[in-house]
C-alpha cells in the first residue's frame, strides 16, 4: 500500500517562507505526476503545483513567481518551497501521486499552512 505523508506546513508571517515536503511510502512505485493541491476554508481544493516523472511542471497562476516546485524521483519524494507567502496562501496543502503503471491516484492527509497578515 502506498502512503503520501506530507510535512512542513506552520503558522507564518505574510512575507515569510515555508517548504513543504511529501514522501510517498510503504510500497515503492513510479509516479507519473506528484503534485500540491490546496484548499481554504469554504472553498474547492485547487491544484497549487504539479511535476510529472520527466521534469513538466504547471503552476496555478497566483503562485506564479513565488511558489517552486522539486522532486527527487528516486526518493519519491516532492517539495513545495513557498516564497513571498499572503494570507490568501492560508489551506491545508495536499499531496497528490498519480501511480505510472496503473494511472492510480494516491492523496495524503495534509498539511496546514497558516500566513498571518
Known amino acids: 500500500q502506498v502512503q503520501l505523508v506530507e510535512s512542513g506546513g506552520g503558522l507564518v508571517q505574510a512575507g515569510g517562507s515555508l517548504r513543504l515536503s511529501c514522501v510517498a511510502s510503504?510500497?515503492?512505485?513510479?509516479?507519473?505526476?506528484m503534485g500540491w493541491y490546496r484548499q481554504a476554508p469554504g472553498n474547492q481544493r485547487e491544484l497549487v503545483a504539479r511535476?510529472?516523472?520527466?521534469?513538466?511542471?504547471t503552476y496555478a497562476d497566483s503562485v506564479k513567481g513565488r511558489f517552486t516546485i522539486s522532486s527527487d524521483n528516486a526518493k519519491n519524494t516532492v517539495y513545495l518551497q513557498m516564497n513571498g507567502l499572503k494570507a490568501e496562501d492560508t489551506g491545508v496543502y495536499y499531496c497528490?501521486?498519480?501511480?505510472?503503471?496503473?494511472?492510480?491516484?494516491?492523496w495524503g492527509k495534509g498539511t496546514l499552512v497558516t500566513v498571518s497578515s
Open positions: 497528490k501521486g498519480v501511480r505510472a503503471s496503473s494511472g492510480m491516484v494516491y
Open positions: 510503504g510500497i515503492i512505485v513510479s509516479m507519473r505526476t
Open positions: 511535476i510529472t516523472i520527466n521534469g513538466s511542471i
